[in-house]
């Protein structure tokens, strides 16, 4: 009996020294030098691929040279299709008890995953003045109050990018883009062309009405004096006059000006039509801005967006995520990979490559980047639009809102609805939506 509880004590002992009986505990090795076990921390890395370009050699050869200055950590990116796509894979993971450790989402999911339960609040994984090196228009969607949910990384504006050799040809300055709705509108007509049997050549302007229409009008609601939603994600404001006077202008360039396509116009058509020469001009993501560069055969201009009363454009794209319910050591990896991809010489690296908008003041203190924008002034459009920039919309239930504004905003574009009609129509509908939130 004796002899049998010493061989117990010691087995105690033994399991107690290896962590047989342990949880997950939080690894104290800051250079992230892998699991209790030894053994490497692989993390799941959820990334969609919405834009065209190389993204998912980028983001392979990012996460190889992440591994390289951190042999116990392993990144294994998980490419989920469209942003859509890869939120809807990330949901049903997260439902199923088995979520990604970290993933870029759009930043207007913010409330759709509080409201899951499934994100980690980074407040305290960061200091302020790392936060504080971000533009501030890209703050706004990573917050809830003071709560840091998120950070920026693969962000956007929307643009104007014109064909500087149509401008000439059409006797117009191609130094100069329109600065606001009426020179927009002239310089459209001008730029129209019908062949000899009247049907429209080349088309003067091109904004998407697929997909991200709620986007645009955005866009032109900003320009015509305010947001459309609260920023606490609980009220939107779809049928103010400045939404109305928005889409009416939006509805008039196809319908009465007859300077765009009349009816659906596909998001990720416009960008092949603009570099074939079926549009002269074109409002788009600034995440296009290296697909044009690299496909165009002609001398094209980026602009900001025409003003109305004033210049604006939301704030687009995706941001990075850490996942609530995986292991505390697998959080710090997160959190350590994170830190990499944001260094001031990667986010440089990265607008060079994709064309998106450097996220932080420092990456435009590099070399490279500094470089770059003296050599392709385009380059420094989206960044400097940043002042006049705000929010993009995000509520909660996101998804579902967005698609009715979408759905009734597409309606007026198709002649179905007055601008009145369809957005009185979804303030109902988001307001029914909203009410459970208040």
């Not at 250079?31 to 921390?41: A, C, E, F, L, T």
């Not at 809830?144 to 504006?157: K, Y």
Request: hydrophobic share 35%; charged share 20%.
């Amino acid at each position: 009996m004796k002899k049998l509880m010493v061989l117990m004590i010691a087995l105690a002992m033994l399991l107690s020294a290896c962590g047989g009986g342990g949880g997950n505990t939080a690894s104290t090795d800051n250079k992230g030098s892998g699991g209790d076990n030894g053994k490497p921390v692989e993390l799941q890395f959820y990334f969609p691929v919405a834009v065209g370009g190389p993204i998912t050699k980028i983001i392979d050869g990012l996460a190889q040279d992440f591994e390289k200055e951190n042999p116990n950590i392993k990144i294994k990116p998980v490419y989920g299709g469209s942003y859509q796509d890869t939120m809807t894979k990330v949901a049903t993971a997260v439902q199923g008890n088995n979520s990604p450790d970290m993933a870029v989402l759009l930043s207007t999911d913010l409330y759709t995953l509080l409201s899951m339960k499934a994100i980690e609040d980074l407040t305290p994984r960061f200091s302020k003045d790392y936060f504080g090196n971000f533009y501030e228009a890209f703050l706004g969607n990573t917050k809830s109050g003071d709560t840091v949910w998120s950070v920026p990384f693969q962000r956007s504006t929307i643009v104007l990018y014109y064909n500087k050799d149509m401008f000439k040809e059409a006797g117009l300055d191609p130094e100069k883009a329109p600065k606001n709705w009426n020179e927009l509108r002239e310089a459209a007509a001008k730029l129209t062309k019908t062949d000899a049997s009247g049907k429209v050549s080349q088309w003067g302007v091109e904004i998407p009405s697929t997909g991200y229409q709620y986007w645009m009008l955005q866009a032109l609601s900003l320009q015509s004096g305010d947001n459309i939603m609260s920023s606490d994600g609980k009220q939107v404001f779809f049928n103010k006059p400045h939404v109305e006077e928005a889409l009416q202008f939006y509805m008039d360039l196809g319908q009465k000006d007859k300077v765009m396509p009349n009816g659906a116009i596909e998001w990720a058509t416009v960008p092949s039509d603009f570099i074939s020469g079926k549009t002269a001009m074109m409002f788009h993501t600034t995440g296009n801005l290296t697909k044009v560069k690299t496909d165009a055969k002609f001398n094209f201009g980026v602009a900001f967006l025409p003003a109305n009363k004033q210049f604006g454009s939301p704030t687009g794209g995706g941001n990075l995520y850490v996942f609530k319910n995986i292991p505390e050591e697998r959080k710090k990896a997160a959190v350590k990979f994170i830190e990499f991809l944001t260094k001031p010489e990667r986010v440089a690296q990265w607008s060079i490559d994709t064309g998106y908008v450097g996220t932080t003041k420092a990456a435009y203190e590099t070399d490279q980047l500094k470089k770059y924008i003296e050599s392709f002034p385009q380059a420094k459009v989206a960044r400097d639009q940043l002042e006049y920039a705000d929010s993009e919309l995000s509520t909660y239930q996101n998804g579902q809102i967005t698609k009715l504004f979408n759905d009734n905003i597409q309606a007026a574009l198709l002649g179905k609805m007055t601008a009145k009609e369809a957005l009185q129509k979804s303030q109902e509908a988001a307001d029914g939506i909203l009410k459970n939130f208040k």
